[in-house]
């Protein structure tokens, strides 16, 4: 599948140790060209295998495992609501299709144009006792939400002294580039929301993953943001189970193992580092350990950490704006781990500069790929770090 979108991208490498890569595949890459440039970015989805622990599956896009996943919800708590703007008639991207005529108009149910409504009035139903599924018709919407999240929902448990608690409510929204969304339609806002003690924030790379970790977090009992990659919804196909099952919160997965270099990403952008990896080993010999973070807040220090150990390089990949990025909180808990932990293993934390202009997201659609966009395979595998000293 090839897409094309718009973003910019944050990228860390951490680099250790002398050893061929320093002096040899790093010095061989290519310096970005400079000047106007047309981007154009090209990734394929990879499905995960079949899995046979859950019992039947069934071929789902990833709009379709989000409904599945709603579908068990509601079939299975009978205290469980879904609400947000259209969401009745099936939304948007039709993730919520077919589900009032199932279960009626008292547990799905369309609310008025007002994320700060929608996300007060969850706040109140979890509150209360029930699960509140509230959807975000896109994540670039949620801002005016952002109160009642970050200093509501965040912090009633602890204000309340543990009386009240609204961890019942999850939060859904589209998420992410698409290829034509232009201002309020394609960005990552998900480093706002890390900042924040008290919620978690997940974003999955797959219908099998979206399923999984989906239900985790209406399960969860802390206020969850589940951030759906919008181009996805249809283009990322595979066998998802028909069954409920849960994939853990907070914990990240390594999808390919390697000893050169680590790779980080989330959502979408972890198809494009896995085919940067490929790209890699076939054209310079290196060898990529490959991990998907899945969870943003609270993230899997421990797994990353230990993987950059290991490999002694890191290298992020995000859709979101350079500046405040949310690899800037990996790439400088990393160097604080190692000096900690391993204070012989790295050197410094080289910076590579970001893949366009540190701007918002405010192209006007015809002027999209011409001047921001995804970071891409070939682009991704195009940097070139600054050399540190060995040791000693």
Same mark, same amino acid.
Request: negative net charge.
């Given at each position: 599948?090839?897409?094309?979108?718009?973003?910019?991208?944050? #990228?860390?490498?951490? /680099?250790?140790?002398?050893?061929?890569?320093?002096?040899?595949?790093?010095?061989? #890459?290519?310096?970005?060209?400079?000047?106007?440039?047309?981007?154009?970015?090209?990734?394929?989805?990879?499905?995960?295998?079949?899995?046979?622990?859950?019992?039947?599956?069934?071929?789902?896009? #990833?709009?379709?495992?989000?409904? =599945?996943?709603?579908?068990?919800?509601?079939?299975?708590?009978?205290?469980?609501?879904?609400?947000?703007?259209?969401?009745?008639?099936?939304?948007?991207?039709?993730?919520?299709?077919?589900?009032?005529?199932?279960?009626?108009?008292?547990?799905?149910?369309?609310?008025?144009?007002?994320?700060?409504?929608?996300?007060?009035?969850?706040?109140?139903?979890?509150?209360?006792?029930?699960?509140?599924? *509230?959807?975000?018709?896109?994540?670039?919407?949620?801002?005016?939400?952002?109160?009642?999240?970050?200093?509501?929902?965040?912090?009633?448990? &602890?204000?309340?002294?543990?009386?009240?608690?609204?961890?019942?409510?999850?939060?859904?929204?589209?998420?992410?580039? @698409?290829?034509?969304?232009?201002?309020?339609?394609?960005?990552?806002?998900?480093?706002?929301?890390?900042?924040?003690?008290?919620?978690?924030?997940?974003?999955?790379? =797959?219908?099998?993953?979206?399923?999984?970790?989906?239900?985790?977090? +209406?399960?969860?009992?802390?206020?969850?943001?589940?951030?759906?990659?919008?181009?996805? &919804?249809?283009?990322?196909?595979?066998?998802?189970?028909?069954?409920?099952?849960?994939?853990?919160?907070?914990?990240?997965?390594?999808?390919?193992?390697?000893?050169?270099?680590?790779?980080?990403?989330?959502?979408?952008?972890?198809?494009?580092?896995?085919?940067?990896?490929?790209?890699?080993?076939?054209?310079?010999?290196?060898?990529?350990?490959? +991990?998907?973070?899945?969870? +943003?807040?609270?993230?899997?220090?421990?797994?990353?950490?230990? =993987?950059?150990?290991?490999?002694?390089? #890191?290298? +992020?990949?995000?859709?979101?704006?350079?500046?405040?990025?949310?690899?800037?909180?990996?790439? =400088?808990? @990393?160097?604080?781990? /190692?000096?900690?932990?391993?204070?012989?293993?790295?050197?410094?934390?080289?910076?590579?500069?970001?893949?366009?202009?540190?701007? *918002?997201?405010? *192209?006007?659609?015809?002027?999209?790929?011409?001047?921001?966009?995804?970071?891409?395979?070939?682009?991704?595998?195009?940097?070139?770090?600054?050399?540190?000293?060995?040791?000693?």
């Amino acid at each position: 599948m090839a897409a094309a979108g718009l973003g910019l991208c944050r #990228l860390a490498v951490l /680099a250790s140790g002398p050893g061929p890569l320093r002096a040899g595949v790093w010095g061989r #890459l290519p310096p970005l060209a400079a000047g106007p440039r047309r981007h154009a970015a090209h990734f394929t989805f990879q499905p995960d295998a079949e899995p046979s622990a859950h019992g039947q599956t069934q071929k789902m896009n #990833l709009f379709q495992s989000i409904t =599945s996943a709603l579908d068990n919800t509601l079939s299975r708590d009978p205290t469980a609501v879904i609400f947000g703007e259209d969401v009745a008639f099936g939304g948007v991207f039709r993730c919520t299709v077919g589900l009032r005529d199932k279960y009626g108009k008292d547990r799905v149910f369309n609310t008025p144009l007002c994320e700060q409504g929608i996300v007060g009035f969850g706040i109140g139903v979890a509150v209360a006792g029930a699960t509140a599924i *509230a959807e975000i018709q896109f994540a670039d919407y949620i801002f005016p939400a952002f109160d009642q999240i970050v200093n509501e929902a965040a912090k009633y448990r &602890y204000r309340s002294g543990d009386l009240f608690n609204c961890g019942s409510l999850t939060i859904r929204a589209p998420w992410g580039c @698409v290829g034509h969304g232009a201002l309020y339609h394609s960005q990552s806002p998900e480093a706002f929301f890390a900042h924040c003690p008290g919620i978690k924030v997940v974003i999955p790379r =797959s219908p099998l993953q979206a399923k999984g970790l989906l239900l985790s977090c +209406i399960e969860d009992k802390n206020p969850c943001i589940f951030f759906e990659p919008k181009i996805l &919804y249809r283009a990322a196909v595979e066998q998802v189970p028909v069954e409920p099952y849960y994939i853990p919160l907070s914990q990240a997965e390594v999808l390919q193992e390697g000893s050169d270099v680590t790779l980080v990403a989330w959502g979408t952008q972890v198809h494009v580092i896995r085919e940067v990896a490929t790209m890699a080993q076939e054209k310079l010999g290196v060898s990529c350990e490959v +991990i998907d973070l899945k969870t +943003i807040l609270p993230w899997d220090t421990e797994a990353v950490c230990k =993987s950059v150990v290991k490999t002694g390089r #890191l290298l +992020i990949s995000h859709e979101a704006p350079l500046t405040g990025g949310f690899a800037s909180e990996i790439s =400088s808990t @990393v160097q604080r781990w /190692a000096v900690r932990e391993q204070p012989r293993s790295f050197l410094q934390l080289e910076e590579v500069p970001g893949d366009g202009p540190d701007l *918002a997201l405010g *192209a006007a659609h015809a002027e999209e790929e011409e001047v921001l966009s995804f970071p891409s395979p070939s682009r991704t595998s195009s940097w070139s770090p600054v050399h540190s000293r060995s040791p000693g």
